[in-house]
Structures are given as C-alpha cells and as structure tokens.
C-alpha cells in the first residue's frame, strides 16, 4: 500500500512524465527492448532516487520490463506530489510525500526497504545502507544495486572497505555518459536554474564562489562564466585547483573568497565546508546554496546561532540577520537546490544516466552470482550501448575504423611512417 500525499493529483504528474519521456530516447529504446523481452520479470525492484518526472518515466520502463517496482524519495525536498500520484496510478508503490520531516523520510525509506528487493537503484546510499543495517535476513536475496551518485560510491567503497557489503553494486556515477554529462552539464545548468527560480536575481557582474571542483563544481563554474559571474573556486584538491586556475578560475582559500563572494555554492560531498568564520566575514546579502548530495556542507545550526532567523522571505530563500544587520540569504535549506527549487537536471541528461541504471539491473540479473560483493565499474559496453543510442536519438552519425585501420590501432608491430 503506498503512501502519499494526494493521490488526485496524478492527471498532472502523467502530463510532467509525458513531456519528459519525449526528450529520453534511450529509455524509450530499452523500454521497447524490454516490452517484448521482460528481463525482469517476477522480480522485485526499489528504487530511492529524486521523485520527479525522469525518476518516474525510468521507474515505469522497468516496471514495462516485469518487474515490481517500488519507489520512494532520496531527499525530503526533491519529491514531487503529482509525480508520486502519477506513479501509484499507474501500479508503480510509492512511499514518498513532499517536505516530510526527517522521522517520515526515514520511515518512507525504510518501508521500501522492506519489500525485500531483488534490484536496488540508489541515489546517496540511504536504501543501500538502510538495508544493511535493518534487514540482514533480506539482503542474500539481493542480486545487486546501482548507485547514482559520487555521495553514494564513498559510502559504498567504506562498507566495502569495511567487508559488510553483502552484494554487488554497479557504480553508474562513474560511468563516461553519466559524470561527462550529467555532473558536469546537467548540474551546470539545472543549478543555475534553481538558483534564477529562487532569487530572480542576475548572476552577471557577481563573484561566484564555487567551492569543489570535481565534474558537479567544472559544470557550474562553466555556467556561472557564462552567465556573466566572476568565477572564484576554492579546492582542497592540488589538482582540481591547477584545473580550475588554467580553466581560467581565481583560485583562493575559501576564508578569503568569504569576504569577496556575492553568491557562494558548495559542491563538495564534504560536511562544514562553509561555518561560522566564514559567515562572519561575509558580505551583506550573500547568497548561500548547495549543490552537493547532503544538506551538510552550510553549517546551518552555526548559521541559525550567528544570525535571527530563519525568515522565508521567498519560496527557497531564507534570511539570516547578523548583530549589526547583516543579512545572509540561504536558499532551499540547504539543500541540492536544484532538485530543491527547480526539477533537476535536464530530460535529455537523465536520459543517459537512467539508461545506464536499466542497463546496470540487467548486467547485474546477466551475472548473477559471479561479480562479488564489491563496488562494479560500470562496463565499457554499456557506456557505449547508451552512447549509441543516444545518438540514434539525436540523429547523429558518425565515422568509423577501417579494417585496414583497426589493424594498425591493434599492433604494436606495424611502423609509424610509410614503408
Ligand atoms: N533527477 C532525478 N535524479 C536526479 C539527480 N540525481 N540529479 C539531478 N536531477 C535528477
């Protein structure tokens, strides 16, 4: 029995998946794929993953290839209410509601846990995890879970590390046409979409603090560049900071950016990134956002010390008063907020990195019994099958090796000059 918020609302959620599911091509090539061939049928899949409209059309696809699917939200402010209903609508168990405490988001989580899943997709490792340390009778009877997120795979590899991972799971973040185009161009844009949505603000003429610089920071920094802001980016990272410097970045600790910043965003998987000395050098009306997994890397309980408040002065803008009236502005609670203000990152970008989720359940079912219980490295072949599709998708072609020229690519014998 699933639980929601509203289940009246599903007519709008079907309209949101609709839109989405005509810019996924390759979900829509697997899902006619697996309509005829139900790989994964008479099994059990959960899923904890963002509840919005891509989220949804993949969970159908898998639920069109047999199986049973059951799904609830990787972050309180991420779900949407019309998608959830849309799902239940349309038989998928849904335990996931908009804006739950904390209490509720773990009890949403752990009753998905408690299907007793053969498939696990992961976004972040709380369902992973959660099965793990509560339901140890279930987990021999797991076939394997595919994680979404660079958050996830740390604390994955740490249980793996640890020798308590009981099952395989298929690293889908590391695969090339997820962190290529998801982190780096789907964050770059969905979270400068989140940010407009909540400020209605300009970014040109700004300092924009970027502080990471993996694939998720290179996106947004890219984009913040675009937009006109002045890109500062602060990194533990010797050389991710080489990068973003020859990127053409200023490179700076953050406790000096502090006091230059216009708009700081955190992009770390790192907890306490931004504190209390950084506030206190803060201008008046900095805007604070994270764009990393969890809401850890603002330091909000300092925040709430420091400065009154917090006061919604916006939908997703809280302020913060400082002794003296200086005001910080922090968006979506701190948390992703472009999940949390705006819907995530592009149709087009899930498109890969869910075909690579469909594609890693199935690998996971090819090789039942034979991978271990370790984090998997996602396959060539299928970062290539969904390359593949997608450009079948977007209609491009491209060049191939000669016979002649595979040869030469194979040998180490062959010269490297004309005879
Ligand atoms: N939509 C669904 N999952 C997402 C994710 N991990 N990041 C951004 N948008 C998403």
Redesign the pocket.
């Known amino acids: 029995m699933s639980i929601i918020r509203n289940e009246r609302l599903a007519d709008a959620g079907l309209e949101k998946i609709k839109w989405v599911k005509e810019h996924m091509p390759v979900l829509s090539e697997l899902a006619n794929d697996f309509s005829r061939s139900k790989p994964f049928s008479g099994l059990r899949v959960a899923i904890c993953?963002?509840l919005?409209a891509?989220?949804a059309y993949m969970a159908l696809v898998i639920k069109e290839a047999g199986a049973d699917v059951t799904i609830t939200g990787?972050n309180p402010l991420?779900t949407q209410d019309e998608i959830a209903a849309a799902l239940v609508k349309e038989g998928v168990e849904v335990f996931a509601w908009h804006n739950a405490t904390l209490q509720e988001y773990d009890e949403h989580v752990y009753r998905t846990a408690a299907t007793a899943p053969h498939l696990i997709i992961d976004?972040g490792g709380d369902l992973i995890t959660l099965i793990h340390k509560n339901f140890p009778k279930s987990l021999a009877q797991v076939y394997g879970g595919a994680e979404?997120?660079t958050t996830g795979l740390i604390r994955l590899r740490a249980m793996e590390k640890n020798g308590v991972l009981a099952f395989p799971v298929m690293a889908v973040n590391d695969g090339l046409c997820k962190y290529l185009f998801?982190n780096r161009y789907?964050?770059g844009q969905?979270v400068w979409d989140g940010m407009m949505r909540a400020t209605n603000l300009v970014v040109a003429g700004k300092n924009v603090v970027i502080i990471g610089y993996g694939w998720c920071g290179r996106g947004v920094a890219m984009r913040a560049e675009g937009l006109g802001g002045r890109v500062i980016v602060c990194e533990v990272d010797p050389v991710k900071a080489l990068e973003a410097h020859m990127d053409g970045h200023q490179v700076m600790p953050l406790t000096k950016a502090s006091a230059i910043g216009d708009i700081f965003i955190t992009v770390t998987g790192c907890n306490n990134v931004i504190t209390g000395e950084h506030f206190a050098a803060m201008k008046d009306r900095a805007i604070l956002a994270n764009a990393g997994h969890f809401d850890i890397e603002i330091d909000k309980r300092t925040l709430s010390c420091a400065g009154e408040g917090p006061r919604r002065v916006r939908p997703n803008v809280d302020e913060y008063v400082f002794p003296g009236g200086k005001r910080i502005y922090l968006l979506s609670e701190g948390r992703?907020v472009?999940?949390a203000a705006a819907d995530?990152?592009p149709a087009e970008i899930?498109d890969m990195?869910f075909g690579l989720q469909v594609l890693s359940l199935q690998y996971l079912l090819k090789n039942k019994g034979t991978l271990g219980n370790k984090v998997i490295a996602m396959p060539h072949e299928l970062d290539r099958q969904v390359a593949l599709l997608k450009l079948k998708g977007l209609q491009l072609e491209i060049d191939h090796l000669s016979i002649e020229q595979k040869e030469y690519m194979e040998s180490w014998e062959l010269e490297g000059h004309e005879a």
């Open positions: 993953l963002h919005e891509k989220t990787s991420s976004d979404e997120t998801d789907g964050t969905s992703l472009n999940l995530g990152h899930m990195s």
